[in-house]
């Protein structure tokens, strides 16, 4: 047995018997799932990408895109819940400090938070208005992020913020929490709810001269999207197969004039499709998981994965929840929830549509090198 199947079965695993059984409470609860977090860490979960000489399992992107699926499956809120501290270890090891390189052994225990959206800050990076004035010793940062995962349990933040003007000017910090750091309550939210949001102030919180980890900011910011978009187009994807599970089941159980429902073309049309793009999500996912384990050039196929499968995970859940009828429109039964864990799919990590201008740029860009 290889080492993706077995991590994929122990994923699966806890998944199905220890996520899903906590599904609903969770969401109902809208908390961070700190127990399940200790448990997850114990089998390395939320340090998949972090080297073994830092305590971490020392694996890829496409261990976490596995592990991923799987989580999903049973809560995509959990499942972010549990993973994004690999999306901090990212950061922290392209930045290539040291100093930065000293937290990689907390993030198995602690939650760490990635602190980049600003209220006039969205898909427009270069526009954040955080910024960051040298003092003696090192620097002061003051502005403000919003919709930052995880930040009501985060023990410290990789924040970027200005040092000058333009996206030249954007440096990367290593902030702990404490004094001149306010996290805010947990923002509201449609979907899920067991990965919490807020916002964050920054008021002249003190950061030591090592804890600049990279002059390169926005260079970094782009390198990390390319290493952690397809491990949310794998949310996607497991957020899918288990709307087609269930729609299939359904379909299976539940009879309209005189046969089930799958055996009307009106019905079991939807499936097929839900089918095709769910395994169309699943390969492109794969396949840039795969050119981010190897070093190579990634930002196309990250792109072009993530806005797949998050479009083809909204697209489809609707389609599943429609195969349920008014059952569907029940809290009652998982389609309801599936159908608002979906959305933000499409939003976080770059909304569907930056992720075209992506492809597209890619597309271009690489059209013009290759005619050179």
Not at 38 to 61: D, M, N, R, S
Not at 114 to 124: I, M, N, R, V
Not at 239 to 244: F, I, S
Not at 302 to 308: E, S
Request: with cysteine; charged share 25%; proline share 5%.
């Amino acid at each position: 047995m290889n080492l993706e199947h077995s991590l994929r079965e122990l994923a699966r695993r806890f998944a199905r018997e220890r996520v899903l059984p906590e599904a609903s409470r969770l969401d109902r609860e809208a908390r961070f799932p700190r127990a399940l977090f200790q448990e997850a860490a114990a089998l390395g979960f939320p340090t998949l990408v972090v080297p073994e000489v830092w305590g971490g399992a020392g694996l890829g992107p496409t261990a976490l895109v596995l592990v991923a699926e799987e989580l999903a499956y049973a809560c995509t809120g959990a499942a972010a819940a549990l993973l994004l501290n690999n999306l901090v270890a990212d950061a922290l090891l392209l930045s290539q400090s040291p100093y930065a390189q000293g937290f990689l052994p907390r993030l198995k225990g602690e939650v760490a938070a990635y602190a980049l959206t600003e209220p006039h800050a969205g898909s427009d990076v270069a526009a954040i208005r955080t910024r960051a004035e040298r003092v003696p010793g090192g620097y002061r940062l003051y502005g403000r992020k919003t919709w930052i995962s995880h930040a009501p349990e985060a023990a410290f933040f990789v924040v970027f913020a200005k040092v000058a003007e333009g996206r030249e000017g954007i440096a990367a910090f290593l902030v702990e929490r404490g004094e001149g750091v306010e996290v805010g309550p947990p923002l509201p939210k449609l979907g899920q709810k067991a990965s919490p949001a807020a916002e964050v102030a920054l008021e002249g919180v003190f950061v030591p001269e090592e804890g600049l980890i990279a002059r390169e900011g926005f260079r970094l910011a782009m390198r990390v999207f390319n290493r952690s978009r397809p491990m949310v187009a794998a949310l996607a994807v497991g957020l899918l197969q288990r709307a087609l599970d269930e729609a299939l089941a359904y379909a299976a159980m539940r009879e309209a004039f005189g046969k089930p429902l799958w055996e009307h073309e009106g019905v079991g049309f939807k499936l097929s499709e839900i089918f095709m793009d769910l395994e169309a999500a699943r390969l492109l996912t794969l396949k840039a998981a795969e050119l981010a384990e190897r070093g190579e050039e990634n930002a196309l196929e990250a792109a072009a994965a993530k806005a797949f499968a998050a479009d083809a995970a909204v697209r489809g859940v609707s389609e599943a929840l429609q195969v349920f009828g008014g059952n569907g429109y029940s809290e009652e039964y998982p389609m309801a929830k599936l159908y608002r864990d979906a959305k933000v799919l499409q939003i976080y990590e770059g909304t569907s549509e930056i992720q075209r201008l992506i492809v597209l740029r890619e597309l271009v860009r690489r059209q013009v090198w290759e005619s050179r």
